[in-house]
């Protein structure tokens, strides 16, 4: 998955939004949305697979502590079509993620406990259009 946006710096706490708009695209394999410290300790590694990996049309969440990753979390819903335009904001608590999707919500536990998200990058099939930290 090639690297696209990386944002660092950041400084989102409990309870903001980091929002993400853009565009699927029409042949994507997959893409992913990442927050956290950096690029190495994820609270989210948010992964929408259409095939890739070994998965099809199947939403991959996980985290990553020092450059390990941890359990996966499958979801059931898949939300999302290939050339979809879609805006994806994610927030965080002391216990859980929330990513909001236009006709769908998820959680993803707070596994590392994270306090601020210092990270953002989107990896992959997504071309992103704008984003907005509320
Ligand atoms: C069945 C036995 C092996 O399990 C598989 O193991 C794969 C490797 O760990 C898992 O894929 C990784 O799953 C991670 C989340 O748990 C990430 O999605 C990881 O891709 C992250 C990634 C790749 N890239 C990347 N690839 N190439 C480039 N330039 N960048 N950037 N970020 C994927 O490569 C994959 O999800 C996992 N599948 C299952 C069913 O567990």
Same mark, same amino acid.
Request: proline share 4%; glycine share 8%; net charge negative.
């Given at each position: ?54 998965? &099809? ?70 071309? &992103? ?6």
């Amino acid at each position: 998955m090639e690297q696209g946006l990386v944002v660092t710096q950041l400084d989102i706490q409990p309870g903001e939004c980091i929002k993400v708009k853009g565009k699927i695209l029409s042949d994507a394999k997959g893409f992913a949305v990442n927050v956290g410290k950096d690029s190495s300790t994820l609270l989210l590694h948010f992964n929408p697979r259409f095939d890739c990996h070994g998965d &099809v049309n199947t939403i991959v969440c996980n985290s990553k502590q020092d450059g390990t990753w941890g359990e996966e979390d499958r979801k059931a819903d898949f939300p999302f079509q290939h050339g979809d335009k879609t805006e994806i904001c994610i927030s965080f608590n002391e216990t859980e993620a929330t990513v909001k999707l236009p006709d769908a919500e998820f959680q993803f536990p707070n596994r590392l406990g994270m306090e601020k998200i210092e990270y953002l990058a989107v990896e992959g099939d997504f071309k &992103v259009k704008a984003i907005k930290f509320s």
